[in-house]
């Protein structure tokens, strides 16, 4: 399963339909635009109560769409934009198909979700859990970092004493380790510096106690990090590498990635998601499951990729 949410805002408060299926392709789905997205999502039934959602860590996606303010929220766990390479690409190319509206990332994913309706984080049962050691992936000396494909990579720098060590996680980001992180490190091969893109970071300054981090990607109660580290001053960076970049003493300078090569590969992926194949069953095409029943059929797609080349040589004109 790859369990995703839509939620629909209105002048009524929101209105929500949740999916076993549709999480994986989900931003692909988004370049339809809104002319085509919102009268599917208004067909969505309620969602209910609050008490009636999913846990936060059974959500692999979602999207909110507020036709009235032109607004759009959304959070992914694969994809293009969880790719460090593309994910400016990708924001170029979704903000095209959604002319006039904002484009936001959720980076809470369903806990940042849910506190953008206003509903209280405390129903989170996990939301004060401790997050498991063995989650980390750290490279020992003599063994170099091999985390399984599909782990993402964090940076840590630290400084006093000047050390960089590159982290693989399964489930949780490191800084939500809190201070015990820098025991988890203790021993760990300094790599000296890394000069690659990576998935997200951490900058430890241990002496004044500060700590910067960031992400592409989501993390379920992010809102805790500060309460995970008492005492010391914490600064979420978004997905702003460059301040990590700029803080880290030379250890992290990773090469910018080449946009126009990006925004190619971007618009490739999704005219391929919109190109249906000889042999999908019952005509159809896997896209925006969750609000059709059974996917799109093969008329709805070459509009759609027409909007695609389109919008990709609006975004072409700014890389």
């Known amino acids: 399963m790859n369990p995703v949410v839509y939620v629909l805002g209105g002048p009524d408060g929101y209105r929500a339909t949740d999916d076993d299926w549709g999480a994986v392709g989900l931003e692909l789905d988004l370049l339809a635009g809104p002319d085509f997205l919102l009268p599917l999502m208004r067909q969505g039934r309620a ?29 992914v766990l694969e994809g293009p934009l969880v790719e460090t390479y593309t994910r400016r690409a990708a924001f170029a190319l979704l903000r095209a198909t ?88 203790d021993g760990a091969t300094d790599e000296g510096g890394h000069y690659g ?26 809102d805790t990090v500060a309460a995970r580290w008492p005492g010391w001053t914490v600064e979420f960076w978004e997905d702003r590498w460059a301040e990590h970049r700029a803080a880290s003493g030379g250890r992290f300078d990773p090469t910018e ?13 999704a005219l391929r998601h919109w190109t249906p194949s000889p042999t999908d069953e019952r005509d159809g095409l896997i896209c925006l499951a969750g609000l059709t029943g059974r996917g799109l059929t093969t008329r709805h797609a070459p509009p759609v990729r027409a909007r695609i080349e389109a919008a990709y040589r609006q975004a072409a004109v700014g890389t």
């Open 98 to 185: 959604w002319p006039g509206w904002e484009v936001h990332w959720i980076y809470g994913a369903q806990t940042g979700l849910r506190s953008h309706l206003g509903l209280d984080p405390a129903d989170d049962e996990d939301r004060e859990r401790r997050v498991w050691a063995d989650d980390l992936f750290v490279s020992r000396p003599g063994a170099p970092l091999t985390p399984r494909p599909g782990v993402p990579c964090t940076v840590v720098t630290l400084d006093g004493p000047d050390r960089c060590h590159l982290v693989g996680y399964g489930f949780d980001h490191p800084v939500m380790q809190g201070p015990a992180l820098l025991d988890l490190l």
């Open 257 to 269: 990635p080449d946009d126009t090569a990006a925004l190619i590969s971007v618009r490739d992926a």
């Open 47 to 75: 969602y209910g109560q609050p008490h009636s959602w999913r846990p936060d860590d059974e959500i692999d996606a979602g999207v909110v769409v507020d036709p009235d303010r032109k607004v759009l929220r959304l959070f």
């Open 197 to 222: 893109l990576a998935e997200g970071g951490v900058r430890i300054d241990a002496y004044h106690r500060r700590v910067g981090w960031w992400t592409i990607g989501t993390q379920i109660h992010s």
